[in-house]
Structures are given as structure tokens and as C-alpha cells.
T-cell receptor, first 114, second 114 residues
Framework: AQSVTQLGSHVSVSEGALVLLRCNYS??????LFWYVQYPNQGLQLLLK??????LVKGINGFEAEFKKSETSFHLTKPSAHMSDAAEYFC????????????FGTGTRLLVSP | SAVISQKPSRDICQRGTSLTIQCQVD?????MFWYRQQPGQSLTLIAT?????????ESGFVIDKFPISRPNLTFSTLTVSNMSPEDSSIYLC???????????FGPGTRLLVL
């Protein structure tokens, strides 16, 4: 069965600092991997995804993530945090091809201080 | 991506009553999904709704409690029946289109059961 582990329910950074949100997955087949962001009182917005091909994927708002099969990881990074990045971030996995259910991690709340 | 709306955006209900949540998409989609996000927790898939067939429910969710309709390719409803305070959650619909692996989410319905 698939599973996702997000280390750290809360991550605090200063504005301008590096953002690193960790995600490890378990899947019996090469997975599809996703990062979603949820701003307060809103739904989920897709940040980026990995399906096949290049293992470093770039998303919106300056975020990127690298698929590392050997480490079963898909960590999310951003070189310089902005106050507007404060939100809840969810990593999710699904089996290919499409239309499979998403299995979500427990989420990481990113706090950005001035 | 499709624009997804949900009604109502939030509601406060009395225990024992039922609430029907609507999900409307501005374009035809192949699959529609319903997720629950309990307070402070991650998202859990309730069921997958295909047009013209019965919804497929995940373990722990039953049709009598969460009946779903999918009358066409742009609309679905989820009913939360005989509500209890434990049903207080955010309910989100998501959509996926043939040939694409990404699910897009609506803004959610915030339900409080007293």
C-alpha cells in the first residue's frame, strides 16, 4: 500500500531563508508525486508534480522538488522564503497511470517570520 | 485547469440532519473525487464518482452515510447524512480529466455539526 511521510508538522523559517519541506513515500511501483499548498480557508492548489522524466521539477512561486528513487524522497525546496509562502503544504502519491486516488501526507505548516 | 466551485462554502448544522454539498466544474471532466479533511488533519478520499455509474467508496465510508450523485460530466453532489459532531470537517471535491494525471481541487465546504 502507498503511504507518505512528511517530517515535521511545523517548519519555521525567516523571510529570505531557504525552505525545505521533507516528503518520503512508499510505493510498490514507480509513483506519481505531487505537492499541494493550502492557504487559510482555501482549497488545495497544485505546486508541482513528478510523473516521469527529469527528476528535478519546478513549480509555481519559485518552488522545486527532486525525485530521488534511491531515497524514496520528494523534498520541496525554495531558495528564499517570502511571507506569502506561509501555508499548509501536502505531499501526495498516486500510482500511474492517471485517475488513481491520491494518498496524502499529514501536511507541514510553514511559518515565515519577518 | 478547470474552475471548480462548491456550495455551500460553509454551514453549521444540527446533529441528526443531512447536508448536500454541490460541486460544479466549468468544463467536462472524467473523474470527480470527494475528500474529507478533519480538523488539523490530512485529506482522506471518501469516494470516486463516475458519470453514469455507482460511486466507488473507500474503506470506512459507506453509501448510506455519504450518498453521491454524478448526473453529468460537470456536476456532482455529496450528502452527509444523519450528521454527528464527528462529521465536522472540510469536504473537498476534486476532478481529473482523461489523459492527465493531476487532480484539481475545489475550495472546500466547511461543515460544523453541533
Amino acid at each position: 500500500a502507498q503511504s507518505v511521510t512528511q517530517l515535521g508538522s511545523h517548519v519555521s523559517v525567516s523571510e529570505g531563508a531557504l525552505v525545505l519541506l521533507r516528503c518520503n513515500y512508499s510505493s510498490s511501483v514507480p509513483p506519481y508525486l505531487f505537492w499541494y499548498v493550502q492557504y487559510p480557508n482555501q482549497g488545495l492548489q497544485l505546486l508541482l508534480k513528478y510523473t516521469t522524466g527529469a527528476t528535478l521539477v519546478k513549480g509555481i512561486n519559485g518552488f522545486e522538488a527532486e525525485f530521488k528513487k534511491s531515497e524514496t524522497s520528494f523534498h520541496l525546496t525554495k531558495p528564499s522564503a517570502h511571507m506569502s509562502d506561509a501555508a499548509e503544504y501536502f505531499c501526495a502519491v498516486s500510482d500511474p497511470p492517471g485517475f488513481q486516488k491520491l494518498v496524502f501526507g499529514t501536511g507541514t505548516r510553514l511559518l515565515v517570520s519577518p | 485547469s478547470a474552475v471548480i466551485s462548491q456550495k455551500p462554502s460553509r454551514d453549521i448544522c444540527q446533529r441528526g440532519t443531512s447536508l448536500t454539498i454541490q460541486c460544479q466544474v466549468d468544463s467536462q471532466v472524467t473523474m470527480m473525487f470527494w475528500y474529507r479533511q478533519q480538523p488539523g488533519q490530512s485529506l482522506t478520499l471518501i469516494a470516486t464518482a463516475n458519470q453514469g455509474s455507482e460511486a466507488t467508496y473507500e474503506s470506512g465510508f459507506v453509501i448510506d452515510k455519504f450518498p453521491i450523485s454524478r448526473p453529468n460530466l460537470t456536476f456532482s453532489t455529496l450528502t452527509v447524512s444523519n450528521m454527528s459532531p464527528e462529521d465536522s470537517s472540510i469536504y473537498l471535491c476534486a476532478t481529473a480529466t482523461s489523459g492527465q494525471e493531476t487532480q484539481y481541487f475545489g475550495p472546500g465546504t466547511r461543515l460544523l455539526v453541533l
